[in-house]
């Protein structure tokens, strides 16, 4: 099993930064891709950002492309997101995620972003 623990979330004015982060712990040999995924209220749960093991392979939702950064340390077993520019559209709960080369994959609680107008 893997736990991840999120925190950083809050609310923010739109324009605002915020900073979510994302800690692994248990089983995190193996862990490959680590990402964030948003879930605003009636919508799908969508991809905002990912990152391969190595860190070498980003991939970024288009809505977000420019104002968010994804980022890793290793030794910390924590994947981050820097949100920049924020907008009220950006509201949601935002999940970490990850994924193992046994194909495993773990959620963490969710944190909410609230990005007033």
């Known amino acids: 099993q893997v736990q991840l623990v999120e925190s950083g979330g809050g609310l923010v004015q739109a324009g605002g930064s915020l900073r979510l982060s994302c800690a692994a712990s248990g089983k995190i040999l193996g862990i490959t891709t680590m990402d964030w995924y948003r879930q605003a209220p009636g919508n799908q749960r969508e991809l905002v950002a990912a990152?391969?093991?190595?860190?070498?392979?980003?991939n970024y939702a288009d809505s977000v492309k420019g104002r968010f950064t994804i980022s890793r340390d290793n030794a910390k077993n924590t994947v981050y997101l820097q949100m920049n520019s924020l907008k009220p559209e950006d509201t949601a709960v935002y999940y970490c995620?990850?994924?193992?080369?046994?194909?495993?994959?773990?959620w963490g609680q969710g944190t909410q972003v609230t990005v007033s107008s």
């Open positions: 995620h990850v994924l193992n080369i046994w194909y495993e994959n773990y």
């Open positions: 990152m391969s093991s190595s860190g070498g392979k980003t």
